[in-house]
């Protein structure tokens, strides 16, 4: 295995969907009868979560896994942590795991807070004299001290989250996995479990992390793996691994498509140009701070005048949901005569009062008083916020709109 803490070697994992492959006699009687009457028998279906994955993990690397949802992210974590075996390929650790993957994992709820950390500390292997030097650690980080002898059924999914990874980062793992499930914390709790994981870093321990926030991943991690319907797309260094994930951002196939009708004025798909982000030098810019006035230009070509023409600015997260919408229906004389044919750019200098993560800007154009509007799946690009701010409001599109031709038909 060389020196490698972790290789995952050609890995797939096939799950089968419906039925439990155990059948009762009721079952095989209904099969039997669908049968004799020549209806089909429907063939049991399968989802491929992981396919033909490889990469391997040196000792103290931090390594992201990023990508949208239903990548594998989480099944690869779990194939790591044990929890499932995979269908095809091998996975190899050296070291002792601790991971925070889904809430509850590795919990007996039945137990309290105190008797779940002891029962976590022997199924890692350590005696009770170990997990004793390090409970009172764990107790404080967790800030969890009137609630252990609770039982964890009566624990919330922050509790669940607080006790997980104070018990995760505190016994002494070699390898530590994380998962999203950290963001059902509170602000300041993220912030601790963000500055320990970045203390176990420097102590030489190694982290693979799952987020949709790329501005954490980008903070803590070394090199980066994106997985895209099960599949390595990318692997390489964190600028490389989020600059692919932005691409598929942009290109619409991580996130649902935005809503697309024709309005007629308007030049075909392959004529929409691009949507960037700039910043005050005018260069383009992946990651922004909260807050900080940035230029957003849109570009596309008319194939005729318009009058009046809207504009309309979507901002999404990762995921697709809607976070903010600004319609604009001014009249711009620019557009009016002079321009058929030719490349329009649009600048707006806004900012984002937004939390860290990932996040989609889309525009669209719209004549008044139709109910048409274009959105094209290229119409958008990807950004981060690479910093939490204390709360999240609204784009600010306060700022001057710029609009001018820039170039001659293609």
């Known amino acids: 295995m060389s020196d490698a803490v972790l290789e995952f070697r050609d890995v797939s994992k096939v799950y089968r969907l419906g039925r439990s492959p155990v059948r009762s006699l009721r079952d095989e009687i209904g099969k039997l009868a669908k049968r004799l009457t020549g209806r089909p028998v429907p063939k049991p279906q399968q989802l491929t979560a992981v396919e033909d994955v490889s990469f391997t993990v040196r000792p103290?690397?931090?390594?992201?896994?990023?990508?949208?949802?239903?990548?594998?992210?989480?099944?690869?974590?779990?194939l790591i942590a044990g929890i499932?075996?995979?269908?095809?390929?091998?996975?190899?650790?050296?070291?002792?795991?601790?991971?925070l993957i889904e809430l509850g994992a590795g919990f007996h709820l039945e137990l309290t807070g105190k008797e779940n950390i002891f029962l976590n500390g022997a199924i890692l292997g350590l005696s009770r004299d170990e997990i004793r030097d390090r409970f009172d650690d764990i107790v404080a980080f967790s800030e969890m001290e009137g609630f252990l002898d609770t039982p964890l059924k009566r624990y919330s999914s922050g509790m669940l989250v607080r006790l997980g990874f104070s018990i995760a980062s505190h016994l002494d793992p070699d390898i530590l996995l994380v998962?999203?499930?950290?963001?059902?914390?509170?602000?300041?709790?993220?912030?601790?479990?963000?500055?320990?994981m970045s203390d176990l870093r420097r102590e030489g321990k190694t982290l693979v992390f799952v987020s949709h926030n790329?501005?954490?991943?980008?903070?803590?991690?070394?090199?980066?793996?994106?997985?895209?319907?099960g599949r390595v797309e990318t692997e390489g260094s964190v600028t490389?691994?989020?600059?692919?994930?932005?691409?598929l951002i942009a290109e619409g196939r991580a996130v649902p498509r935005m809503r697309k009708t024709e309005v007629a004025k308007l030049?075909?798909?392959?004529?929409?140009?691009?949507?960037?982000?700039?910043?005050?030098?005018?260069?383009?810019?992946?990651?922004?701070?909260?807050?900080e006035p940035v230029d957003l230009v849109v570009r596309f070509r008319l194939d005729e005048p318009v009058h009046e023409p809207g504009f309309v600015i979507r901002v999404m997260d990762s995921r697709g949901v809607m976070l903010f919408e600004e319609n604009s229906s001014v009249t711009r004389p620019e557009l009016s005569a002079g321009v058929s044919g030719k490349t329009i750019e649009v600048k707006y200098?806004?900012?984002?009062?937004?939390?860290?993560?990932?996040?989609l800007v889309g525009a669209g154009l719209f004549l008044?008083?139709?109910?048409?509007?274009?959105?094209?799946?290229?119409?958008?690009?990807?950004?981060?916020?690479?910093?939490?701010?204390?709360?999240?409001g609204p784009v600010d599109l306060a700022g001057d709109l710029s609009i001018r031709a820039v170039g001659g038909s293609r």
């Open 60 to 78: 103290g690397e931090a390594v992201g896994l990023v990508g949208p949802n239903g990548a594998g992210k989480t099944t690869t974590l779990r």
């Open 84 to 99: 499932t075996l995979p269908t095809t390929g091998s996975v190899v650790t050296n070291g002792r795991l601790g991971a």
């Open 179 to 196: 998962d999203e499930v950290l963001a059902v914390g509170d602000f300041p709790f993220r912030q601790k479990c963000l500055q320990k």
């Open 214 to 229: 790329l501005g954490h991943v980008a903070r803590l991690c070394d090199r980066a793996v994106l997985l895209h319907k």
């Open 240 to 247: 490389e691994a989020l600059d692919a994930y932005q691409q």
């Open 267 to 291: 030049a075909s798909d392959d004529d929409l140009m691009d949507v960037r982000i700039l910043d005050a030098g005018g260069e383009p810019v992946r990651v922004v701070r909260p807050e």
């Open 349 to 359: 200098r806004c900012s984002f009062k937004l939390l860290a993560g990932s996040y």
């Open 368 to 392: 008044p008083g139709e109910n048409r509007m274009t959105h094209y799946r290229d119409a958008a690009t990807g950004f981060v916020i690479d910093s939490e701010a204390p709360g999240w």
